[in-house]
Nanobody, 123 residues
Framework: QVQLVESGGGLVQAGGSLRLSCAKS????????IGWFRQTPGKQRELVAT???????TTTDSVKGRFSVSADYAKSTVYLDMNNLKPEDTAIYYC?????????????????WGQGTQVTVSS
């Protein structure tokens, strides 16, 4: 399985926008989607958005209406478009291959974690 590579983070003011890229976003034998996660110091990593093989996307409530997921399949790249950013969005963002279940269980990351990309939103 290939480790995914995140990029596109930066420093923006509240209300600004960023596009994060997840390179090498290909399916593995154990996964069926791509997930975007974020983590702040002292807190556990949380899932913020997903992309399934059929193009279906989800976002967590805290970013709904502001974040969206898309893909350029020719480039094997998945994007996270972040709009109207808030200071509470500040975190290191990661992408990973995930298993999406229809049983109601949260998607499970199955690939190795990369370094992530830092997003900092100032007031």
């Amino acid at each position: 399985q290939v480790q995914l590579v995140e990029s596109g983070g930066g420093l923006v003011q509240a209300g600004g926008s960023l596009r994060l890229s997840c390179a090498k976003s290909v399916s593995s034998l154990s996964g069926n989607g791509i997930g975007w996660f974020r983590q702040t110091p002292g807190k556990q990593r949380e899932l913020v958005a997903t992309l399934g093989h059929g193009g279906r996307t989800t976002t967590t409530d805290s970013v709904k209406g502001r974040f969206s997921v898309s893909a350029d399949y020719a480039k094997s790249t998945v994007y996270l478009d972040m709009n109207n950013l808030k200071p509470e969005d500040t975190a290191i963002y990661y992408c990973n291959t995930i298993v999406i279940s229809s049983s109601g269980q949260p998607p499970t990351p199955v690939g190795p974690w990369g370094q992530g990309t830092q997003v900092t939103v100032s007031s």
